[in-house]
């Protein structure tokens, strides 16, 4: 019965992962005055930039740094619009969805049926042996470390650092940064890009590590419940971490009370995820003094230099 526990415990992180990096990416959009909805369409086309890459190499490292790439450079796009040309951030973070959607499905025919390398096993040497805790917590990917490590360095560079207060400036006013000669416009353009990367290696991790396969589709919703778990977060990086574990939790639950037979429709355990954010955004919502307080008060907001 531990072991169940156990290996639940490190489903969930593993689960939990995917939508941490994701989030942790779009925060620092956020923090910016930038809000992209793109971030689904940008997940599916690292997923099958970071998938073809596996398969040609065998090299999962360069898997995510392909994921990397197509995230960001989608992201460059959409930045391009947003912020230089102005047009309204909801809808073009729509259409990158939507584009990111058709293109991944158009570019991944040929990658449906191809298999990728044995899968390697990690193991943290000395603590992977401990009963219980080494099965939960340290025989897990790499990325499930860096991830957690990547929030420690976001919480440290958002309040700590000269450069994260600039950033944080100009997602309050962009107009008195720059009035004080901050260059915003290059600001958010480097806030959208690195939240476009992040979500590239959240789509490249899915793909070659959680679900080692190419499916039109995959990401399944996953940039949605990112997206929300910045709100949900109340935009504190450490809040969107454990808000992560807590909907890959959920997820992974799903999974747990199939294996033990429980009699509940899969459909309505397919549904809980999404049912989880909905619940918890509705919550958070009654208070909107709250989410006004740890709002970027510029968010979704165009910005002119020259007004």
Not at 35 to 52: R, T, W
Not at 175 to 186: D, F, I, K, Q, T
Not at 196 to 220: K, N, S
Not at 241 to 254: H, N
Request: glycine share 12%; with cysteine.
């Amino acid at each position: 019965m531990m072991e169940q526990y156990a290996l639940l415990i490190a489903a969930t992180l593993n689960a939990g992962t995917v939508l941490a990096i994701a989030a942790l990416g779009l925060l620092i959009n956020e923090k910016s005055g930038i809000v992209n909805l793109g971030a689904e369409g940008m997940m599916l086309c690292a997923a099958i930039a970071g998938f073809a890459t596996v398969v040609h190499t065998g090299n999962d490292w360069l898997g995510f740094t392909a994921g990397m790439a197509a995230g960001a450079l989608l992201a460059g796009l959409f930045a391009l619009l947003v912020i230089w040309l102005n047009t309204n951030q909801y809808a073009t973070g729509l259409a990158l969805s939507l584009f990111g959607a058709g293109f991944s499905a158009f570019v991944g025919t040929r990658y449906v049926q191809e298999k990728l390398p044995e899968r390697p096993h990690f193991a943290v040497p000395g603590l992977a042996d401990i009963p219980f805790i080494g099965p939960a917590l340290f025989k897990q990917h790499p990325m499930v470390y860096i991830a957690i490590a990547v929030t420690v360095g976001i919480i440290w560079f958002l309040y700590r650092t000269r450069a994260g207060l600039v950033l944080r400036s100009v997602g309050e006013s962009p107009e008195s940064a720059h009035a004080l000669g901050y260059p915003v416009r290059r600001i958010r353009l480097l806030a959208v890009l690195f939240g476009g990367a992040m979500c590239g290696l959240a789509g490249a991790y899915l793909a070659v590590i959680y679900t080692p396969l190419w499916v039109e589709g995959m990401v399944a919703g996953k940039g949605w419940i990112a997206l929300a778990l910045t709100t949900f977060a109340t935009w504190r990086p450490l809040r969107v971490l454990f808000g992560a574990y807590l909907f890959g939790g959920v997820t992974m639950m799903q999974f747990h009370l199939q294996s033990q037979g429980v009699d509940i429709p899969s459909q309505f355990l397919s549904m809980a995820p999404y049912v989880a954010t909905i619940v918890v955004l509705a919550l958070i919502s009654r208070n909107p003094t709250w989410i006004r307080i740890n709002m970027p008060a510029s968010i979704g907001k165009p910005f002119y230099p020259g007004s």
